[in-house]
């Protein structure tokens, strides 16, 4: 029953390293986000997608960038990890439309350790 | 961009007790969407509630209902009979995908 899946649940890297994480989803949906989440600070909104090819910045997308092939997959790219990126990342979709009023489904996260 | 604050970063209840989450919003439209979210320790966000701004109803689900106050822009939940089970992270959110900082939710048996 598997519907948001991120590929990796923790990741250990290193400063400089460049990283992917990966998410997929299998309900065809159009629209798919990613977040970072740290303590007392919540969710926040890195990057956005509400179709293939096309991304939108979130309120954080520094040190960041994404990449969105197929419909279904959305990755995260961290071009040269710095331990300030050490977080839990937290992958979402949504269908299109609904002004607002779609319900995100999230995936399990990815746990980032940049040392 | 819609903003969210939550002022409780911490909240205790007692099992089979009520308790009351805050969160204020910050928004420009006139039709929005206000959600509440739960995350289990070490499980996936869920979805708990969802609020419609023009219905003047409170949105109920089961033990979970809202108390939505459009004019001061607060969305607070409220969980009745409270059970081990609802002991998570708990999130305000908006209609374009703003979390606020979140609650934690202890119950105690």
């Known amino acids: 029953d598997v519907k948001v899946t991120q590929s990796s649940r923790y990741l250990v890297k290193r400063t400089g390293e460049k990283v992917f994480l990966e998410c997929v989803q299998d309900m065809d949906h159009e629209n798919m986000f990613w977040y970072r989440q740290d303590p007392g600070l919540g969710l926040r909104l890195i990057y956005f997608s509400y179709d293939v090819k096309m991304k939108e910045k979130g309120d954080i997308p520094e040190g960041y960038s994404v990449s969105r092939e197929k419909k279904e997959r959305f990755s995260l790219i961290l071009e040269s990890a710095s331990t300030n990126q050490t977080s839990m990342y937290l992958c979402?979709?949504?269908?299109?439309?609904?002004?607002?009023?779609?319900?995100?489904?999230f995936g399990a996260g990815s746990r980032l350790t940049v040392l | 961009a819609q903003t969210v604050t939550q002022s409780q970063p911490e909240m205790s209840v007692q099992e089979a007790e009520t308790v009351t989450l805050s969160c204020t919003y910050d928004?420009?439209?006139?039709?929005?969407?206000l959600f509440w979210y739960k995350q289990p320790p070490s499980r996936q966000m869920i979805l708990v509630i969802r609020q419609e701004a023009y219905k003047q109803q409170n949105a109920t689900e089961n033990r979970f209902s809202v108390n939505f106050q459009k004019a001061a822009k607060s969305f607070s939940l409220k969980i009745s009979d409270s059970q081990l089970g609802d002991a998570a992270m708990y999130f305000c959110a908006t209609g374009d995908m703003r979390f606020g900082a979140g609650t934690r939710l202890t119950v105690k048996p």
């Open positions: 928004t420009s439209e006139s039709d929005y969407y």
């Open positions: 979402a979709s949504s269908p299109l439309g609904g002004r607002g009023a779609n319900v995100l489904t």
